[in-house]
Structure formats: structure tokens, C-alpha cells
């Protein structure tokens, strides 16, 4: 069985926190809040699953937008849906460039926001599958000929002792 999809929750502000972990769990989806960018590097939180996050723009500390360089800059592919109040053209561009799924200003309709949860955790799947293959594919190659050998040999007798 596979793990529940992780919507990573990033506001200070703790009424919105509430409010978006409620409606993440309405969608069967494991919500984990944080008060800020800097509480949620410190835990460093990990998935086996899909996972997505949704930022505020406006923070104290590290903020939204240097959250997403951050973690870019640490290699981390979570999709990254902005929600913020005060938020403008200038930043919605640069979140966008930055490769930031969606940009929406609060408050938006429910709907809306699952709809981008949604589409942000189907491409985290399809990353983690195109991730799999491509570590399949690098072990396969990693093999020595011998090896190749026995490895055809079990996919040949796999299905008569099953």
C-alpha cells in the first residue's frame, strides 16, 4: 500500500494553517503544517510519496520565494503552489520562472486550490516514477555481463515457480 499524498503546509499564519490542513484531509491527503521556512528546513521533512507545497509569499524570516530558491538550490522537486495575500505581478512572475506550479491570491475558492494540490501531486507521482525507472535503468547498466546472464535467466524460470 502505498503512502498518503503529503501537502507541506507553510504559513505563519496559524488560522490559515488550520484552515488548509482541514480542507488537505477533506481530500484524504496527510497535511503537515509549519509557522515558518525556517521551521520547516529545520525539521526537513521527507516523503516516500507524492508530496507538494503550498507557501506564503509574506513571512518572517526566510520567505516564500527564498524558500523556493532554497530548496531548488538543495535539489528538492516538491511542486510549490504560492498562496498568498499580498501578493503581486512581479512575485507571481519570478515564483512562475522559478518553476512554481501556480500562484494564487487569498482567499481563493476551495476548488480552486484542490484542483492545483491535485494537478501539483499527480507530477510529483510522475517525477517519482521517471526517478524509479531512471535508477532501474543505471543499475541494469551497473551489471557485468555475468550478471546480465543470471539476471535473464531468473526473468526466464520467474514465472514457472510462482
Sequence with gaps: ?????????IDDDADVR??????????DYHAVPFASADDFLA????????ACLILDVRMPG??????????????HHWPIIF???YGDIPQ?????????????????L??????????????DHEHHQ??????????LASLTPRERQVLASVRCFSGTYS
Design 62 to 75: 526566510l520567505d516564500g520565494l527564498g524558500l523556493q530558491q532554497k530548496l531548488a538550490a538543495q535539489g
Design 43 to 50: 525539521a526537513a521533512p521527507s516523503h516516500p510519496g507524492p
Design 130 to 139: 521517471q526517478q524509479a525507472a531512471a535508477d532501474c535503468q543505471a543499475r
Design 83 to 85: 498562496l498568498t495575500g
Design 18 to 27: 488550520v484552515g488548509l490542513c482541514r480542507l488537505a484531509r477533506s481530500e
Design 92 to 108: 507571481s512572475v519570478r515564483a512562475i520562472k522559478a518553476g512554481a506550479l501556480d500562484f494564487l491570491t487569498k482567499p481563493c
Design 1 to 9: 500500500m502505498s503512502p498518503k499524498p503529503t501537502v507541506f503546509i
Design 110 to 123: 476551495d476548488t480552486d486550490l484542490l484542483a492545483a494540490i491535485e494537478l501539483a501531486l499527480a507530477k
